[in-house]
């Protein structure tokens, strides 16, 4: 599946299938204590199954990283900072 993640903010992403935006990554936190980091579906699929790698409607991982081997490797637009 190719996902994409857009970056909303420092530990926020959208997570776009095929161009539409179809829910999101999020940190949890502190950046010093444990943190969390949960991909969720905007919307329960109904009727039918998740898009994979998707099993259920939320997922929460230890790191970015974790979240991007799950999702097979997606594209990440990161934040652009305007000065």
């Not at 444990?34 to 099993?55: I, K, R, S």
Request: glycine residues 8%; negative net charge.
């Amino acid at each position: 599946m190719p996902y994409r993640l857009i970056q909303l903010a420092p530990g926020s992403y959208d997570l776009l299938l095929h161009g539409e935006i179809i829910g999101s990554i999020v940190r949890s936190g502190s950046r010093t204590g444990q943190v969390t980091w949960t991909a969720e579906l905007l919307n329960d699929p109904a009727p039918g199954p998740c898009p994979p790698p998707f099993t259920q409607v939320e997922h929460t991982f230890m790191s970015l990283e974790e979240v991007c081997v799950w999702l097979a490797g997606p594209e990440i637009k990161p934040l652009r900072r305007t000065e």
